[in-house]
């Protein structure tokens, strides 16, 4: 079966898979890492597959249906996120007008919560909900031996007039992900590294992003990924799978110099980090890495981590208000998070530091304490977001129970030219003021002199022109962002 697995036109680099989807300030763009394991897991169940990455690309409509004219698919899977809905349903609507005997697929986080809106299009047949790559697997095995469709858990789909919700499939097991092509070969296979760049600190370009776990357990009440994609239930591939990757990497795909992982949270079992880490030096790996991780991480496993050649981890601070960390369920304090930028300063990792402006019980004063607490903490790089209250998420039915929500049509959550805007507006601070307050916190950190001393322990590490190349290429997309163009 030849299955085509597209990351359709949208805005110019648009990413899909990040958090908070945008076109990225800072010039960032992921890899289309979950349509990427699909593509493998295709792969590896006989399926002759072609991943297409537009973003990447910079491919439009025209050139996506010449490609899909020259493969001929049999099934094409069609990638889509929240703000990118309406525009994905309807290049889906474009495919099945020229190829109206071809079944088309929807995925992605969206999929969960708009299944029946998807349906509702003649462009699309077929909607595989939650942890898709299984469940596009399970479909495509059953159309290839003639199954009813009945049996595939976790899809939806047309049958006359009829719209059919099979069962959810459940999670897939930590001993599943270890059966898993891994994505790094995907990506040497299917895609080209050197279009995707991450604008954390020290991410040495090219990089690959990869998950050694899924799902998280934590309730962060705003954080999309577990409440529409992955779940809560935490599970992981063995270190020895992972280590496996790292060594793949390392020697087989020499143009790549650092490893992210993209995790939800990797730090989750200080276990699992102190045995990969212990494995890492026992193998004599020595390709760089960086990872999510989350307040709470203790000096004797940051210090193993970085002693493994950790870079930095990406940590969500959110907030520089208690009672905003309580209202979100993010489990950690301002106290936690003073206390972890001094013990990460110590090990020496480099930190990015993810905050958010306008969740719940934001006023100008809370404003002011993560302020204060952002400059306080001094991370190496920041990520400022305009909160977004994601379909499924309770953050999202807070907001619209509250009152607070502009619109409930994700489609609104981007400005035209792709980055966020607020849809939450509060009696006391407006969506304007939200989003000005975004972009006067990222200009008084970057434009200041103050960065100027972090910005030169950036360059003068030992992979100083790799800092500087990101540097410049992520202050040219930031100044073009704040002037407008
Ligand atoms: S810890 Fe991070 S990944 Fe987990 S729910 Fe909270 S924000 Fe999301």
Known sequence: MKIYLLNPPYLPRFTRDMRWQDTGRGGTLYYPIWLAYATGMLEQAGCQAKLVDTAASGWDM??????????????????????????????AETIKRDYPDTKTVMVGAPASQFA?????????????????????RDLAEAIDEGESLQEVKGISYKEGPRTIHNPD??????????????????????????????????SMHPEVQIFTGRGCPFKCTFCSWP??????THRTRSVSNVLD??????????????????????????????????????????????????????????RAMKEANCMMVDIGYESGSDVILRNVKKGITVEQIRSFAKEAGKTGLSIHGNWIIGLPGETKETIEATKRLIKETKADAITVAVVTPFPGTELYEWAKENGYLITEDPNEYLDERG?????????????????????AILKSYYLSPSYVPIAL?????????????????????????IRGK
């Open 227 to 232: 409440q529409t994609l992955m779940g809560r």
């Open 245 to 302: 990757e790292f060594a793949w990497v390392e020697n087989e795909f020499k143009e790549v110099k650092q490893i992210f992982v993209e995790d939800d949270t990797f730090t989750v079992s200080k276990k699992h980090v102190m045995e990969f880490c212990q494995g890492y030096k026992e193998r004599g790996l020595r390709i760089p890495w960086g990872a999510q991780a989350r307040v709470g991480l203790d000096y004797e496993t940051m």
């Open 169 to 202: 499939r459940e999670p897939s097991k930590s001993e599943d992900l270890d059966k898993i092509r891994f994505v790094s070969q995907v990506y040497k296979m299917h895609l080209n590294v050197k279009d995707y760049m991450l604008t954390y600190s020290y």
């Open 419 to 439: 980055h966020q805007k607020s849809i939450i507006s509060y009696p006391e601070l407006s969506s304007e003021q939200i989003r000005e307050t975004v972009d």
């Open 62 to 91: 025209p050139q996506v249906l010449i490609d899909i004219d020259l493969f001929r698919p049999d099934l094409i899977v069609v990638d889509t996120s929240f703000p990118s809905l309406n525009n994905d349903i309807s290049i």
């Open 116 to 136: 029946e809106k998807m349906l509702s299009s003649p462009g699309i047949d077929i909607v595989c909900r939650w942890e898709f790559d299984f469940v596009l």
């Open 457 to 481: 322990r950036r360059v003068f590490n030992k992979n100083g022109l790799n800092e500087l190349k990101v540097l410049w290429r992520s202050a040219k997309a930031f100044l073009k962002y």
